[in-house]
């Protein structure tokens, strides 16, 4: 036998590591907006996850005596106030934006996370399968993109009732279809890639090659399109309740606070404002972010 | 009433108080949220017909803007017995088709409406009591009834009485009548846009002597209430119907508009499903009326645009009963009943409203809030209006309570009670009793007002102690309308009243 | 002496490292072409030859740049070029035709509009003459039925027909140097030989410099005058063909050579280079290529100057130090 | 050619159906159509029976279903209940309006989108990219009805440079189509920048710079010819959508639209114009990405309809 | 060769014909691409069989086929007597066992999200070893005889070089100890100096395992020096199949004469006589009639146009399928009969 020496390989090379504020100070110049995206994202999650810390009042905590109560830092006896103002029933606006990223954050995640198994799993199906049970599946999405959204919620809320589960349900049950089809595309090329032809070659049944080898390969396509997606649910939301189908009006989502306080815009600008201002740059970080990861993952992506 | 408190200040664009509506002439522009799709007065029975209907169309009877009863197109009428009411009609009316009016249109109008093409409507059902129309002369005519009709005058003051032209329905069919109303009022309609606008010009041979004073109204359908206030501002408009409560500010500073109000017939209630514990308790129902300060909610949230009510009807309802007050704001005694009937604290309640109010989203909050105090926690849920009135409601699936507003077009306590307290009717999923029927039947059978008032008021009293809903406030309509506009008077109704109106 | 129409001294081409340093791809390089010559050169894959000829093309990517150096044209100096000065000679003077043939071609525009293009943008004729210079260079290609071909769009060609039109569109406007990047790897052999005979042919007709860029030592053999062989960004040998077949000197070129299977020669095994080459900005100090040289000794860790040879090679190893002159790498 | 048209029309067919069936069940679910007639009357329990015999619902389901889709196939929509009037009427009544609109935002997106997605995409990570693509996220961070409020209070009440609302004439078109544009183009946009850089790539690129042409005339002539082929399939899909999905552009602008009308329709469950209208938007859509497909084929002479891609 | 030699595969009239979909309803074929098309050959065990050829001559398509990585149109594939055609997908499964590939790509065929130990692991779990620790030993020991070091097994493959990712398919093709092993161009991809380390590693596993290859290449020059036997490929069919050095110092089919003649010569001094081909190769879908090579062809006669020659043998171990050769020798030998 020929004497196999190790082969070096670039890696193996090693260099002295810059430090860490380094690293993170040139990650931060090459990645602006996928940074920026971060942060904002961040700031959303934590506002979510720590609520109750953070909000100053019972988001809850209705007074009439308060009812657009304009934002101020002190009231005449020096003590805190709303400091971004009182809503119409006289409740703090700053705690409910506070409290109101929990309930934004929910629908964009759960209604993703219904939308991306339904799609990523029916997306496999007519990808990998391919035939008649592409052509079910696509005819199958066809008919979801010609049904009304509108239409579609009301009859989900008809028969399922109303609540913030239900606009969850009813943006997964839409939004499938996206995830359906970049999937089936990518599975579609995939199919064609030599390691899968290899994996078959080397005994592995369908299952396992769809879970091994096809699934990790489009994670982070269903990543890039499952942070856009996070973004466009809580705008629908807010546009659910512009059309009168949104939640109960004592959660603090949002978008129901702004579109509950749209008529206020010139009297009471606060009420619509700061909600408004929460959903843009909530929205905008998990653009920025998505934007990001595609760019990193597949710059190529049509997305 | 009216004029919220002042705590809203603004710092809003106070910028040019010119007024922008410069040369539009004698004519002005509405501004409204809906277009009714049909003008045919048989085949309708929305709010925006009249609105824009009751310039174009008349009947025998007409309301004045006070809701007073008057002659319309009939100069008299009188009971020849109790099923005979015979009219004698105006003469020298022509429709804006030059069809002259006489005793063979109104004839043709109620046979059209009591026909089949009248039986595909919702108007048909509140004209079931007359029989026929006899012609007498060219003017004059019989209505038989087949069962005394106490409302039936104010009925005929309604949508689906309005007098239509015979040849003009016959000869260029129902289609195009839908599209291209003619009747004898004081403006014609010239043109149609649908979901656009609609144009009304001057019924040049008006029988009202020197009436309409305008030349020309132009309805705008806008609705978005911020769009429709922001055209009112741009002077694209110079009256703004259904301006929010959240928009009386604005309006109220800015130099070149006015502010109108006018109170409604119309009652907002959260009606209990009685059916449902723990409201099968009259002590339990009562007690939430007393749990929740009205008054507060008139105020703050309403800002004072709207009127306390006692029963679920409003002021301007025959048979409302002036002697009952509101059930005060008084949360002790609501904790007192609640623990006589054994309701926990804590006790959960669903609440149904429509989602598409945001306004009334406050008030339910408030109502919230109010009830939380005494004890109950109340869910709020929202539902498309529509699957709340026509399907949740119906079926007893909105929950423990659920908003109800009625506005009884008839004015007449009749309609609304008899709807919502009539066991098995179409908005009464569970509530029942035999004392409340009975004086229902008994107020139909007669035609006497003051026996009817009398009964009303007994009827009201039981009512009151039953407390079948939590009566909230008779709503106020706001108008806001460009200071050039003169002699415009908000309707109680929607039916807008345009010929005295003149511009500056 | 042969008319020299190309210069290049000592080129460098990096890229910024995250740090804002400088990676070297190729690491100053020395080279002239002579009028109607063709210099290959060669080398494994990765160890810069594109990059060279991209720069004299002045296309080098994003985030690549030539940092040092000077490229000379006859009497032009690429380095004194504006954008528009740039422009001018691509096409006109120096023209370039690259490795596949199938995405070299825009797909959305036929063959005729893509020969117009270059032939309307260097020169002022109608439309129409350049039709008639397009359809005559189809011709000249050796293009089978060429005024269909003028209004068919690539896809409709196969891979060697492509590669010609290619050829056709970088002649048009008669440079005096072609750089081919690789023109031939992508083809079977059957076309290759197609190809490469074409090129032949048309160098002999219009006298034209060509650099000749393959990883192929067949091609190198077949097609060239001159060789440059690199390695890591470096030039490692520089000689006339036959000399490096037949006394390749550096390690590395008796590496590459011993390496290819010999058709006429069975052997068990070949003889192979082990390791790989290293990637930029983790080349190793002293010769670049000593880590995988079974010569390599102290004197390696030093860089090596490339020393000249009795027969006129040049070679970057310490072993050629002794005898041999060194030439002075300026 | 004819065979894949005929084929995609076979799937139209089936499609259309399916739909039919759907929606034709569904909106039975969501409420009664007779009851919401009756906004201030005296709906008494006979009276809406009546109505309800004499709009033809007291049928057996099956029934009903059977005379629809007996309308269906010549194209007879029935008539609303609301207006009385054809439902094809109404929709051939909005569709002015709806497909200015559609255009107008669909032109908006483009000429915002176009500029941002190749600047981006050829100063990749540069500055320029940067704020171009948070320019063209900006859009699409504003739920829609915000941004027509907003865009209303500022260029209508505030600045008074345009009409607020209404389908009069072009300045009204303006501001519900900056809406409209406003989100189409945040996705145009990255959908351009993404395509742009998977061409800019090519060595076709390459190609076309080594002949010396303006770096415009590459940008233009070359990349983005061919990064249009994505976008021209994206803005097909979206077409369809546009013209029933702008319900809120359209309730905000007042503007008289094929979205409006369903969802009016939907308000009042009036279910022939949503039946007729949800089966005109599904053939739209359908036809509108065919007429995409077989566009193709004039973008890019590779594609032959009905084969692959050779 | 000698008679006892034992036979592990036998293809016979293998085809494989890719439709293109058409019609109104997308299931009717409108055309064929006969990417294979009745090919028949056998493979020795402990030989190593070349295919050479063209792009696109369909020398992939047989060798995936042949493991049913597609599924055959028509023909029998015996391996060690066992018609693989027939069997079911699970029968199939296990069979791969024994039937391995490496594929050209060497940076398409490993997943890039996979750690290279588990990709040279995963045979073992599809085959069924259970025991951790025993998969554990043999992806270590696999991993040595392929020169791969246990540090770099926890790497993925975008960490490897070309070459170092060719041994890491070649692993995942080992460790379940095939006996044939179909290496579809595994060498195409490398520089020179890392091709032939390849090729020294692939001749030495065949040593050591007595493997038998299927080596699919275009290029001659390796062909010739790893293969004993070859089989020249064109448009689908077999047109040559000779022991190696009868083929390559006397060619006898025309096509395979200027294949070789136009190999690039080694040495720019020997220069040779070439036979330049006309034309490209056409395309599969549309195949020339009688002998698919004969507008290309220098020597092409009437019969050419019309007629498909068959292959039969010419001389020991020689099989040619060209009417040039069938006056002289009337023997048409099946290639089965091929020895
Ligand atoms: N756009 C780029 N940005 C950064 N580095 C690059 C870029 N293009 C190439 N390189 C690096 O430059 C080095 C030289 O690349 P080059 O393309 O010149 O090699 P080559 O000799 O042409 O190889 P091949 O035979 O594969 O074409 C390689 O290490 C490569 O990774
Ligand atoms: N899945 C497929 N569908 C349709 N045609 C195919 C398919 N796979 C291969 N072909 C066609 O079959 C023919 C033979 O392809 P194959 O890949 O076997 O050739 P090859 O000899 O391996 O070529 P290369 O040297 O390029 O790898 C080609 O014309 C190819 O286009
Ligand atoms: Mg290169
Ligand atoms: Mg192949």
Known sequence: MTSLQLEQTPQQISQPKPSLLKRIWRFIKKNPAGVAGMILVLLSISAALFSQWIAPFDPSKASLTSRLAPPSWADDTGESVFFLGADQVGRDLFSRIIYGAKISLMVGFFGVLISLVIGTILGLVAGYFGKWLDDFIMRVADIQLAFPFILFAIVIMSVLGTGIWKIIIILGLTYWVGFARLIRGEVISLKEQEYIHAAKAIGGTTFTIIRKHILPNVMSSILVLGTMYIAEFILLEASLTFLGLGVDPTIPSWGGMLADSRNYVTTAWWTATFPGIAIMLTVLGFNLLGDWLRDKFDPNMKL | ?504 | MVQKVLEVEELKVGIKDEDGGRIAIVNGINFHLHKGETLGIVGESGCGKSMTSLSLMGLLPAGVERHDGEIRLGNLNFNSFNKKDWRQIRGKKIAMIFQEPMSSLNPVYTVGAQINEMILNHERVSKKEARNRALEMLKLVGIPRPEQVLNEYPHQLSGGMRQRVMIAIALSCNPEVLIADEPTTALDVTIQAQILELMKKIQDQLHMSIVLITHDLGVVAEMCDRVIVMYAGEIVEESLVVDLFDQPSHPYTKGLLASLPDIHEQKEYLSSILGVVPAPGKMPAGCRFAPRCSFAHERCKEVPPLFEMENGSKVKCWLYEDGEAEVAAT | MIAYIIRRLLHTILVVFAISLIIFFSVRLTGDPVSVMFQAGEPTKEAIAEVRKNLGLDEPLYVQYGIFLKGLVTFDFGESFRSGMPVIDLIKEKLGATLALAFGGMAVAIMIAFPVGIVSAVKRGTGVDFFGRIFSLIGISFPNFWLGIMLILIFAVNLKWLPSSGFESFKHLILPSITLGMILSGILARLVRSSMLEVMNQQYISTAKSKGISDFAVIIKHAFRNALLPTVTFLGLQFGALLGGTVIVEQIFSWPGIGRLIIDAINQRDYPVIQGGVIFLAVIMVAVNLVIDLSYTLIDPRIKIGGSRS | MTENENVLLKVDNLKKYFPIKGGIFGNKTMKQVKAVDGVSFEVMEGETFGIVGESGCGKSTAGRTILRLLEPTEGSIYFQGKNIAELNPNEMRRLRKDIQIVFQDPFASLNPRMKVRDIIEEPLINFGVSDRREREKRVLEVADQVGLTAAQLTRFPHEFSGGQRQRIGIARALISKPKLIIADEPVSALDVSIQSQVLNLMRDLQKEFGLTYIFISHDLSVVKHFCDRIGVMYLGKMVEIAEKHSLYDDPLHPYAEALLSALPSPHPLQMKNRIILKGDVPSPSNPPSGCTFHPRCPSCMDICKTERPSLQVIRDNHAVSCHLYESTEKLAVAAGELK
Do not use: C
């Open chain 2, 1 to 504: 009433s009216g004029g919220g408190k002042e705590k809203a200040s603004t710092d809003s664009s106070k910028g040019s108080e010119e007024n922008p509506v410069k040369d539009r002439g004698n004519e002005i522009v509405i501004g409204v949220s809906g277009d009714p799709q049909n003008w045919d007065p048989i085949d309708t029975f929305l709010l925006d017909w009249s609105t824009v209907a009751t310039s174009v169309f008349e009947g025998l009877v007409d309301r004045t803007i006070d809701l007073e009863l008057q002659p319309g197109l009939a100069e008299s009428w009188e009971y020849l017995d109790d099923k005979t009411l015979q009219f004698k009609l105006r003469q020298g009316v022509t429709f804006h088709n030059g069809e002259p009016f006489n005793a063979e249109a109104v004839k043709f109008t109620f046979d059209r409406l009591l026909g089949a093409e009248g039986q595909k409507g919702p108007q048909y059902s509140n004209y079931t009591s007359i029989e026929s129309v006899e012609v007498v002369d060219e003017f004059t005519i019989n209505m038989k009834l087949n069962t005394p009709d106490p409302v039936l005058l104010t009925k005929l003051a309604g949508y689906g009485a309005v007098i239509v032209p015979p040849k003009y329905v016959a000869e260029k069919g129902d289609e195009h009548f839908n599209n291209n109303p003619v009747g004898t009022g004081p403006f014609k309609m010239t043109s149609y846009k649908r979901d656009q606008e609609i144009v009304l010009e001057k019924n040049p041979d008006y029988w009202k002597e020197g009436l309409p004073k305008l030349d020309k109204v132009v309805y705008k359908i806008i609705p978005e209430a911020s769009t429709r206030l922001a055209e009112l501002q741009t002077g694209k408009i110079d009256i703004m119907k259904r301006v929010e409560v959240s928009q009386a500010e604005t309006v109220k500073e800015t130099g070149f508009l006015e502010l109108q109000e006018v109170g409604t017939p119309t009652a907002f209630s959260l009606r209990f499903d009685v059916a449902k514990k723990p409201f099968d308790s009259k002590e339990v129902r009562q007690a939430i009326n007393y749990a929740v300060d009205k008054e507060a909610i008139i105020n703050e949230i309403l800002g004072g645009y709207g009127k306390p009510i006692s029963t679920f009807q409003s002021e301007l309802s025959f048979g409302n009963n002036p002697d009952l007050e509101p059930y005060p704001y008084d949360p002790e005694k609501a904790k007192e009943l609640l623990k006589k009937a054994g309701v926990k604290e804590g006790t959960a309640v669903d609440l149904f409203i429509p989602g598409n109010d945001g306004n009334f989203k406050e008030i339910a909050q408030a109502v919230s809030f109010y009830l939380e105090e005494v004890g109950i926690k109340v869910n709020i849920n929202t539902a498309d209006s529509t699957t709340l009135t026509s399907d949740l409601i119906p079926n007893a699936k909105a929950g423990h309570m659920y908003r109800q507003g009625w506005g009884g077009w008839t004015l007449d306590f009749d309609n609304t009670a008899y709807l919502m307290y009539y066991e098995g009717e179409q908005w009464n999923p569970s509530f029942k009793n035999e004392k409340v029927e009975e004086l229902l039947e008994k107020q139909r059978a007669s035609v006497d007002p003051e026996e009817r008032k009398a009964i009303f008021k007994e009827l009201t009293e039981l009512l009151y102690d039953l407390a079948p809903e939590l009566n909230l406030y008779s709503a106020v309509d706001i108008y806001a309308v460009n200071k050039r506009v003169q002699n415009f008077q908000p309707p109680h109704e929607d039916r807008m009243r345009l010929e005295e109106v003149t511009v500056k």
